[in-house]
């Protein structure tokens, strides 16, 4: 039987034969997933109350990259000092942003909002030419998470195991503020009637602008976890703002659990994908992202759209 | 009236003149100036209008100025092939030239093809172009998986090492030179094992499930040609497992002894790393280079260079030897010329082959250490391998 297996897989046939390397596979997942979580919930988040696809998303992603190699690298603080810097860079960025330019387009149509998010992308791709330059730089592990950490059965890299723990607190802290504070509450109902609130003396645009800052401080934090294993260069949003759509849509736009279990999804899909059958690498991920589409179009743990907009 | 008439004339001798100045040489350019390929096509540049500033300074080519047309190649093959295609038909270019990565390399070749116009690649590796897709518009300048791949097994066999992990890009460049590397192997080491193929995808930025696999394969060498941020992320998720202190040797044709690797990774840049260079800043094997060298520092502005102006210089100074040597811009001239004709390089003397128009381009290579005086790796010893496939 296990020979058969081997035919087919060697993968398949080495997860099933050594636990320690599918308890590998499981942390790599899950440490994978939650750096995902933490951007792409900022996106759900933005998308939730706004009502806008946010593509520069994965520009600001970019952003939180290079401003940690500057803080961390460059003026020798703490990394991180300079992963918070990264979030609130994109604080005040993402307040500038949504001031100016968002707050233009909220009651346009879908594709004007698409157009100038993408326009946005464009011109910060540019701006991280100008400050950065083109070269691809490289981000050290903090001191205490260089190593790797024994887990009794196995060691793992320490940092990736920190970003096993952030990721859960993150959910949870995002999940407090939503449901346990008054701004939550505001939030909330900002999203079902702007309208009723506007009236009842509450400053919806502040309410917009605050969600548009924490989701895009979200996606500066997340590029600064990522920037010791994934190296701040032009054009690393690419490939990021891909996973983060079908991490949300998976999961349900707007819905903070859906993004939770969506980026676990994709980390299992993607790690055991890639071991089981390497030549689809990618394609477990939009397999994924079909069959839900399929099934429940509006994501594991959205809810179906009542009558149009 | 006298003096009218006189400037009437100049006027007309003038305009002649022109008419003979619009004898320009056009070369069309492709690296990519932005996006991610910006790091490289910058540097290309670099050495590409060096080489064009030289032979103007000097004169032009018979008297004909050289005249740059550039177009961004964007790492994209459509956009690559659509670029060269307008600057053939609409700018009215010469020659083609440059090319970065094996697969905007193909689609450029084969614009040359169907337009008939000759391209130079300066830098994409994949054996195709020289072999299963030459056709005689195509030379190349830079190395190729063959080369990289005989000197990758010849370096397994100098370590001794047994048993081979092989973890390449999922595109041409990386196939073929797995390729390239299996084949070199059955002629010098074969007893040496591959025991893994790993195929992460272009772009590819999350490498923890390769390197699990690799850990667990039990290999003494793992080969690569993970190039440019691939590597670094690589290296940086692979480092905490442990990796590049479990093996002999991590060999790569991926040019990852580059100092625009190696300066930027600093004290991360992992250990038992044997890989390839067309150019070291700290290393020069002639007094010529030397003064290519300065003035390469000079126009970059730092004196810690890429490696990536060499390969575009040399791709204009064949050019321009082939326009003077068949006395016009003809294709057909320029093919004759080109087919064995030897030049003189910054790195040395350069031959192309007249059987598959592929010159014979050696890089440097040898083991990434830490030395006094420098705070990041480099190349020590370095040692030139010459492009002679045994």
Known sequence: MLDLIREFSPGLAILLTNPQFAFIQLLNSISQGMNLFIIAA???????????????HGV????????????????????????????????????????TLFRQ???????????????????????????????????????????????GITSYPSYRLMLCVIGPLILIALYWFAERTRWGRMTKAATQDREMLAALGINVPLIYTSVFILGSALAGFGG?????????????????????FVIVIVGGLGSLWGTFVGALLYGLVFNFGSVIYPNGQDVFAYLLLLVVLLIRPWGLYGKPEAGGH | MKRILAGAVALAAMGAGSAALAQDIKIGVLYPTSGGGAIYGGPAMVGHNLAVDEINAAGGINGRMLVTVARDSKLNPAAAA???????????????????????????SEVAKQEGVVYLATIPKTIQMTTSKLHPHVFRTSSNTDFEGDAMAQLIKKIGGKKVCDIQLDYAYGHDLSDGLKAALKRHAPDVEIVLNLRPKLR????????????????????????????VDFAQQASPFGLFNNIKAYISGGEVASHEIAGKMGEDYPPNVISNTYELWYHAVSPNHKVFQEKIAEKSGTKETAMWPVLSYTGVRFYAEAVMKSGGTKSEGII???????????VGPRTINAADHQANTGQFWGPMVNKDGFSYKVMDPVTFIPAVIK
């Open chain 2, 82 to 108: 659509s670029a060269a295609k307008e600057m053939v038909t609409k700018d009215g270019v010469d020659v083609l030239m440059g090319g970065l990565s094996s697969a905007v390399g193909l689609a450029i």
């Open chain 1, 224 to 244: 600064a976890l990522a920037a010791p294993f994934s190296s701040p260069v032009p054009g690393m949003d690419a490939t990021l703002i891909v996973e983060c």
């Open chain 2, 204 to 231: 590819a930025t999350d490498y923890n499930v390769f390197i699990t696999q690799i850990m667990g394969a039990g290999c003494d060498v793992v080969t690569s040609g993970l190039w440019g941020s691939h590597f």
């Open chain 1, 105 to 151: 387009i909220y009651e346009a149509e879908h594709l004007m909002q698409l157009l100038l998010t993408f326009a946005i992308v464009l011109i910060m791709g540019d701006l991280a030419k100008v400050i950065w330059g083109t070269e691809q730089y490289s981000v050290s592990y903090p001191a205490s998470l260089k190593g790797a950490t024994d887990l």
């Open chain 1, 42 to 56: 900022g996106l759900s988040l933005i998308f939730g109350v706004l009502k806008v696809i946010n593509f520069a």
């Open chain 2, 336 to 346: 004759k010329a080109l087919e064995g004709m030897t030049i003189d390089t910054p």
């Open chain 1, 60 to 99: 600001f992603y970019m952003f939180g990259a290079y401003v940690v190699h500057t803080v961390f690298m460059d003026w020798g603080a703490p990394f991180w000092v300079g992963a918070i810097a990264s979030a609130l860079a994109l604080g005040v960025i993402a307040a500038i942003i949504e001031r």
